[in-house]
């Protein structure tokens, strides 16, 4: 059975993007982008809301310069990947590999993992905060980005509770700290 693994980069106090919706300040750097790479390279199917899909489109027609190696590897993996989108309001998806859903279906996403021979990826707050209300996210996976935006796009809703236990960690040069936590491990009291 797959995993559903919800994925991003954040500032140290959670956020996605800043109060104006920036997040440039989480463009990664080259050992950033490797290590995103190499995480990326094992999914096969990527699950996005549509303001992460728009964005995301970029990549079915980007081709990044003979200088820009990792560039070219990321847009590679994600052309290589099967993408869901899930939209009451997108008329159409725009990208190949790609399925336009009109509502999230905790079943349909359920079935998905039990017969996917790869690991399943889930993209934006938004619809990551439904995936893991549903009980679906396996692991949460985290860039995290040494500053403080001081509000914006949280990565995690304010009404949610999550018992994560560390699985593995990583210290980038650049400050970056990659977290990766399983989901739904009970915590134990004191």
């Given amino acids: 059975m797959a995993r559903l693994i919800f994925a991003a980069q954040t500032s140290a106090d959670g956020y996605i993007a800043d109060a104006s919706g920036d997040f440039g300040w989480a ?17 096969g199917t990527f699950l996005y809301g549509r303001r992460l899909y728009r964005p995301m489109a970029f990549w079915e027609t ?12 990321f847009g590679e993996i994600w052309r290589a990947a099967d993408k869901v989108v899930y939209s009451t309001t997108l008329p159409e998806v725009t990208t190949a590999r790609t399925r336009l859903e009109r509502t999230f279906d905790p079943a349909a996403v359920r079935a998905m993992k039990e017969t996917s021979e790869r690991d399943l990826s889930v993209g934006g707050p938004g619809l990551a905060a439904h995936a893991l209300r549903a009980g679906l996210v396996d692991e949460v996976r985290m860039f995290v980005y040494p500053l403080v935006v001081g509000g914006g796009t949280r990565m ?3 009404d949610l ?18 977290l990766r936590y399983q989901v739904g491990y009970p915590v134990s009291s004191p």
Wanted: hydrophobic residues 40%; charged residues 40%; without cysteine.
């Fill in 161 to 178: 509770r999550l018992d994560l236990r560390l699985l593995g960690d990583r210290r980038f040069p650049n400050g970056v700290m990659y």
């Fill in 27 to 43: 463009a990664p750097d080259d050992d950033v982008l490797a290590a995103i790479n190499d995480l990326e390279r094992r999914l």
């Fill in 62 to 73: 980007y081709r990044a310069e003979p200088d820009q190696p990792l560039m070219r590897e």
């Fill in 156 to 158: 995690f809703p304010d």
